[in-house]
């Protein structure tokens, strides 16, 4: 469904944005039957730069850059991006799988959580940066760890919460 058009001239050419078929059926059924559209949301933001990833040495997955407090994502354990009491950054999780599907990019999460509704629980994998420090190198291990996380509605978004 075409949406809007920016034409530098003014006429009807130029640059189309549409949403995706899909996207306004689910959107149109839902609104039909239930006068609302809720989502589920995780209460993280997320590191979706492929320059970035590349030079934090991120192969697969999605950094998460901040768990917002009181979240049931912050409940859970996730844990985001910090600054260690020496000043060194310290990486987050990095989520590389929603129950079967393969997160690459952050959009990848939006439709691994799509179809389920509040009151669902689902796998969040993800792969935990544990710092080893050999002969005075700081290295990395990733250690793979497995949320079960209910998704539940509030009274203006859905946010994640654990069991």
Same mark, same amino acid.
């Given at each position: 469904?075409?949406?809007? #058009?920016?034409? /530098?001239?003014?006429?009807?050419?130029?640059?189309?944005?549409?949403?995706? @078929?899909?996207?306004?059926?689910?959107?149109?059924?839902?609104?039909?039957?239930?006068?609302?559209?809720? $989502?589920?949301? +995780? %209460?993280?933001?997320? +590191?979706?730069?492929?320059?970035?990833?590349?030079?934090?040495?991120?192969?697969? %997955?999605?950094?998460?850059?901040?768990?917002?407090?009181?979240? /049931?994502? *912050?409940? @859970?354990?996730?844990?985001?991006?910090? $600054?260690?009491?020496?000043?060194?950054?310290?990486?987050?999780?990095?989520?590389?799988?929603? =129950?079967?599907?393969? #997160?690459?990019?952050?959009?990848?999460?939006?439709? *691994?959580? =799509?179809?389920?509704?509040?009151?669902?629980?689902?796998?969040?994998? #993800?792969? $935990? /940066?544990?710092?080893?420090?050999? =002969? %005075?190198?700081?290295?990395?291990?990733?250690?793979?760890?497995?949320? =079960?996380?209910?998704?539940?509605? @509030?009274?203006?978004?859905?946010?994640?919460?654990?069991?």
């Amino acid at each position: 469904m075409a949406t809007a #058009i920016y034409s /530098p001239s003014g006429a009807s050419a130029g640059v189309g944005f549409a949403i995706p @078929s899909d996207t306004v059926k689910f959107i149109v059924e839902t609104l039909i039957e239930n006068g609302q559209v809720v $989502r589920p949301l +995780l %209460g993280i933001t997320m +590191l979706d730069s492929n320059q970035a990833r590349q030079a934090l040495g991120i192969t697969k %997955g999605i950094l998460i850059l901040d768990v917002k407090p009181g979240t /049931p994502a *912050a409940r @859970s354990g996730l844990k985001g991006l910090k $600054r260690s009491s020496n000043g060194m950054l310290e990486m987050g999780d990095i989520i590389t799988q929603v =129950e079967s599907t393969t #997160i690459e990019k952050e959009g990848d999460i939006f439709k *691994a959580i =799509e179809p389920f509704k509040p009151g669902d629980v689902i796998k969040v994998k #993800i792969n $935990r /940066p544990q710092f080893i420090d050999v =002969e %005075g190198t700081a290295q990395v291990l990733l250690k793979e760890k497995v949320f =079960e996380i209910e998704l539940v509605a @509030s009274d203006d978004s859905a946010l994640i919460k654990t069991k």
